[in-house]
């Protein structure tokens, strides 16, 4: 942790009183640890998670038993499985609108069959550069325009760019972003 510390002196240095509490980065990277797979077949690249604030941190998270050593406090960010899910921290304080479905759909789609928007219904509700990736998506145009030459030095043809999910395309493109995401991952 003492890069991330490191790092993150140096951008409050730039940004002064405008960044995150350092706790909430903390936070972020246990979550990044916490799901990160001893074997690394596929990294996702996107943009990272959103502004967590202190009050958002005091939210709760319930102890999960088939995740011990899950974290325990709130953050705006995928990893954290209470975000986007009031139901789950039942909390008054948890921000009306969070979350990022969008994402859900792609994590399905990387093991899943898709060919339309029913195929999502099971799951709507009303690392290091040394892993040696099979294959690295970038998720958005931004993300994919600072880092994919880079990516593209380390890991060649293996790198894709696809829109972000909430890009302005049509129904036809997003659904065919999704079966992009099958057919590299190979979920078949």
């Known amino acids: 942790m003492k890069v991330l510390r490191d790092c993150y002196n140096q951008l409050h240095q730039i940004l002064g009183q405008d960044i995150e509490p350092y706790e909430s980065v903390e936070l972020v990277e246990q979550y990044r640890r916490f799901w990160k797979p001893d074997t ?90 040394d892993a040696n990736p099979e294959h690295v998506i970038c998720i958005g145009k931004g993300v994919a325009s600072v880092l994919e030459t880079d990516l593209r030095k380390l890991v060649g043809n293996r790198c894709r760019v696809i829109p972000q999910p909430n890009a302005h395309l049509s129904s036809e493109e997003h659904m065919e972003n999704f079966r992009r995401y099958g057919e590299i991952c190979g979920r078949d």
Not at 44 to 57: G, I, K, M, W
Not at 113 to 119: E, L
């Open 40 to 129: 690394v077949r596929i990294i996702l690249l996107a943009e990272s998670h959103v502004f967590t604030t202190e009050s958002d941190r005091s939210i709760p998270l319930p102890t999960i038993a088939q995740l011990p050593e899950y974290p325990t406090e709130y953050a705006k960010f995928v990893y954290c499985l209470a975000y986007g899910e009031r139901n789950l921290t039942g909390n008054k304080l948890h921000p009306k609108r969070d979350g990022t479905p969008q994402f859900w759909k792609i994590f399905f789609s990387c093991n899943s069959h898709v060919t339309d928007k029913n195929d999502f219904k099971p799951i709507l509700s009303g690392t290091p550069r």
